[in-house]
């Protein structure tokens, strides 16, 4: 069965730059969330997208900024990176998100912020 | 407020043996729902299974099996004769229907090891 797909799986940064994160959903899957595992740390809930429109924000930095475009894939835009950036960005996706369906996780994107 | 806690950090046994990972939540929603999720050394989120706040039946799933008892806002997770391939960090995860957008609230994670 086909899975999230996460890209790029890994990568590396220097303080201030900018990286973009892609994520593709399971087919026929109209939401997605966006979560930061920090070292040792369980997943924290950054943002979600139901039918393109955002749908709920956690703990975001104003530095980051996602979209969900018309093909239902998104994308987690981070600038101006810190150090403290660096952890394991996980994409889920679900269908129709009403509260009861399971979220699916992708393999997730390792940064490293230098 | 929702909370997840999964108050054993650490847990190591040898194989064969049997072990159950706790799993304590608080909501205040009448509806909820309640998930456990095991990564691997390799990093993925693997999903093992859903409950439903109105649904108090007990599931087994090969070694597998989960016992959910609203009385204690308990959900526990039990794995019968462990293997070395069951080594990971096991995540229970609470989502209440007042989640608007649908995030997961996590627990702490609890890092089995199971030596062979």
């Known amino acids: 069965a086909a899975g999230v797909i996460q890209s790029p799986r890994h990568l590396i940064k220097e303080k201030r730059e900018t990286a973009t994160l892609k994520c593709y959903p399971i087919?026929?899957?109209?939401?997605v969330y966006w979560y930061q595992q920090g070292p040792g740390q369980d997943p924290q809930f950054l943002i979600s997208?139901?039918?393109?429109?955002?749908?709920d924000k956690g703990s975001i930095p104003d530095r980051f900024s996602a979209q969900q475009f018309s093909d239902y894939h998104s994308e987690l835009n981070m600038s101006s990176l810190e150090l403290g950036d660096s952890a394991l960005y996980f994409c889920?996706?679900?269908?129709?998100?009403?509260?009861?369906?399971?979220?699916?996780f992708g393999p997730g994107t390792r940064l490293l912020v230098l | 407020a929702q909370k997840v806690t999964q108050a054993q950090t650490e847990i190591s046994v040898v194989e064969k043996e049997d072990v159950t990972l706790d799993c304590v939540y608080e909501?205040?929603?009448?509806?909820?729902?309640l998930f456990w999720y095991k990564q691997p050394p390799s990093g993925e989120l693997v999903f093992l299974i859903r409950?439903?706040?109105?649904?108090?039946q007990n599931e087994i799933s090969g070694r597998y099996s989960w016992n959910f008892q609203k009385s204690t806002s308990s959900f526990n997770f039990t794995i019968t004769a462990s293997q070395v391939v069951d080594s990971a960090v096991y995540f229970c995860?609470?989502?209440?229907?007042?989640?608007?957008?649908?995030?997961?609230?996590f627990g702490q994670g609890t890092e089995l090891s199971v030596k062979p």
């Open positions: 889920a996706s679900s269908f129709s998100g009403r509260g009861e369906e399971t979220q699916y």
């Open positions: 997208f139901y039918e393109k429109m955002q749908s």
């Open positions: 909501t205040r929603d009448t509806t909820y729902y």
């Open positions: 087919p026929r899957h109209d939401t």
């Open positions: 409950r439903n706040s109105f649904d108090e």
């Open positions: 995860a609470l989502r209440g229907e007042n989640n608007q957008g649908g995030k997961l609230i």
